[in-house]
């Protein structure tokens, strides 16, 4: 199997702070053997001590993504045993043993994996999160260059294109969207069919899935429930 680094984007201030509590307790509660993971926050209060959790010296918000970004790429190379680096956001539930799997069909470098958003000015959208080969991340590092002024699904993609790496490799990943009076879809993109459902057991037809969007923007809690029943229903 394949030894994946799961480097989440997250932060201790609400709502992702919750949803980091979320993500310990439910997809990241149980340990695989191939498959380690590391939470990126800013400075700020409400620290949570664990081995896993990284702080940056950065204050927590939004035009500090993208540098905090960078800076925890460089942390995941100090981190040996990975040929694969998973960058989920914080509202992203990972199903570790799938993940390690998809990972073993991958190229063994030149991966770089996430959901191009086409046209000329396109980007690696980060709600598709990605996966990006050691290779391609060292040559990230140093190649420089990367762009603190962009979000950081552009700065991602602006420096992947400075070290030469190609862009449009695909990508494989779920988003769960609140269809209202109890009704969801489940879109997915790269494996399998989408679906609609009303009871929850029905996730199981994601089969094969490993990142599952769950963000609600019109409520941030739902994003919590979802990951809780993800972690119920999924095998």
């Known amino acids: 199997m394949s030894n994946v680094l799961v480097l989440v984007l997250s932060s201790r201030r609400e709502p992702w702070g919750d949803l ?4 310990l307790a439910t997809w990241d ?4 053997p191939d498959v380690q993971t590391l939470y990126y926050c800013a400075n700020g209060s409400n620290k949570l001590i664990r081995e896993n959790v990284r702080y940056s010296a950065m204050e927590d918000s939004l035009e ?5 970004t ?18 989920p956001n914080s509202s992203c ?3 570790k043993g799938n993940l390690a799997k998809h990972c073993d069909t991958l190229p063994d470098t030149g991966v770089l994996r996430g959901a191009w958003t086409g046209g000329k000015d396109g980007f690696l959208w980060g709600g598709g999160q990605y996966i990006i080969s050691r290779d391609v991340v ?5 190649a420089g260059g990367w762009k603190n002024g962009l979000m950081d699904d552009e700065a991602l993609t602006d420096c992947a294109k400075g070290a030469g790496v190609s862009t449009d490799q695909g990508c494989v990943f779920a988003t769960i969207d609140d269809q209202f009076e109890g009704k969801w879809l489940c879109m997915t993109y790269g494996l399998g069919e989408p679906f609609t459902f009303t009871d929850f057991a029905d996730l199981r037809k994601a089969d094969g899935h490993f990142f599952f969007r769950v963000k609600q923007d019109h409520s941030r809690r739902l994003d919590e429930k979802l990951m809780r029943e993800l972690k119920k229903n999924l095998p």
């Open 20 to 23: 980091m509590d979320v993500s």
């Open 29 to 32: 509660a149980e340990p695989h």
């Open 64 to 68: 500090n993504i993208s540098p905090r």
């Open 70 to 87: 960078f800076e925890a790429l460089k942390w995941a190379l100090e981190l040996p045993d990975w040929n694969y680096l998973a960058r």
């Open 93 to 95: 539930y990972v199903h």
């Open 138 to 142: 060292e040559r990230m590092v140093a």
